[in-house]
């Protein structure tokens, strides 16, 4: 019996590789993605009951791999493994949409830069605070956190955003912060902040460009809404 089950997860797994082969990841819904991903962690057993109670639980493949590892670990037949392993796919994700903005013009590469955004915090439960800074040709020099706070707030200070500028030598600023909620709308705090940094950079002749809020249901840009 184990040798007729190990033998039909091995041609289905075969199967699943060809037709990913053939046509990509564009070919595959994502709980077939996600079998795929999971081939590695799970050697010998059929992914496909777990793919889809993942999928079932968090609803994409995006969502599964940027969870919480707690949560995560809450579904049955998810372990150290499985868990450690969906955060590497994260990772690597992250990494690759770094590396389309990285030393690239940012406001020529926009939507790759809300892409890059997006994938690294629409998902957080806690609200983070990245600066992007930019050089005189609006090339991003470097991407810092600021802060990282609770599940509605995270302090900034404008004070220390323009001494890293100082520090990194940056032209312009593109300031972003994630909304836990999912809700990117921008808050009255949001807008105060916002009007401290870009005063406080104005008088040092450092640009802000825009100020981008990155939630599940989207992003808002303060320049677009006319508050920049």
Avoid at 190 to 219: F, K, P, S, W, Y
Wanted: glycine letters at 6%; a neutral charge.
């Amino acid at each position: 019996m184990s040798d007729s089950h190990d033998n039909g997860t091995a041609g289905h797994r075969e199967r699943l590789r060809a037709r990913f082969l053939k046509g990509g990841a564009d070919a595959m819904p994502d709980y077939e993605l996600l079998e795929l991903t999971l081939f590695a962690a799970i050697p010998r057993r059929d992914t496909k009951p777990l793919a889809k109670a993942l999928m079932a639980r968090f609803g994409s493949f995006a969502e599964v791999i940027a969870a919480p590892r707690a949560r995560l670990m809450d579904v049955p037949g998810v372990g150290e493994t499985v868990a450690n392993h969906l955060k590497i796919v994260e990772a690597a994700a992250q990494r690759l949409a770094k590396t389309q903005v990285m030393g690239r013009p940012a406001l020529s590469s926009w939507s790759a830069l809300l892409d890059y955004c997006t994938a690294a915090m629409a998902r957080s439960d806690k609200e983070e605070f990245p600066v992007l800074f930019l050089d005189r040709k609006n090339v991003l020099i470097a991407d810092e956190v600021q802060n990282k706070g609770t599940v509605d707030h995270a302090p900034v200070y404008p004070r220390e955003v323009i001494k890293r500028a100082l520090e990194l030598s940056a032209s312009c600023l593109i300031l972003v912060h994630n909304h836990p909620s999912g809700d990117p709308t921008p808050s009255k705090a949001d807008i105060a902040m916002t009007r401290e940094i870009v005063t406080a950079a104005n008088a040092l002749g450092i640009a802000v460009h825009d100020h981008l809020v990155i939630g599940r249901a989207g992003h808002s840009s303060f320049k677009s809404l006319g508050l920049l």
